[in-house]
């Protein structure tokens, strides 16, 4: 999924400049609203993370959590940044496809 030009149309912001080094990545919505941000430390995270992304799981992993958590300690260079906004893209297209799949099929 990560090929499809969808994944280049990012729904998140990283909007902190800072050092983008990885500590213990977490998640806190945002009032009233399916999205929220993700922080990689105490000052730096993806805004406008839709929820379903974060706590989506694939085989036993989340991956929107695995990805970032991989990664404590070391810093997130430019195009890793760009690599997890694909990734929540992914995510949340999956989830969106799955969900319509089950209205389709009458379990939704």
């Not at 902190?16 to 990545?25: A, E, H, L, Q, T």
């Not at 941000?37 to 974060?54: G, L, M």
């Not at 991956?63 to 694909?86: C, M, N, S, T």
Request: aromatic share 12%; net charge negative.
């Amino acid at each position: 999924m990560l090929e499809s030009p969808i994944v280049e149309q990012y729904i998140t912001q990283y909007p902190i400049d800072g050092d983008n080094v990885v500590g213990k990545p977490r998640f806190i919505s945002a009032p009233l609203n399916d999205r929220g941000k993700v922080y990689i430390n105490d000052s730096q995270y993806f805004d406008n993370v839709p929820q379903v992304a974060w706590e989506f799981y694939i085989g036993g992993y989340q991956p929107a959590q695995k990805w970032l958590k991989d990664r404590k300690g070391r810093p997130l260079e430019v195009d890793d940044i760009f690599h997890y906004q694909k990734i929540i893209v992914a995510l949340s297209e999956t989830a969106r496809i799955m969900e319509e799949i089950d209205i389709v099929e009458g379990n939704g």
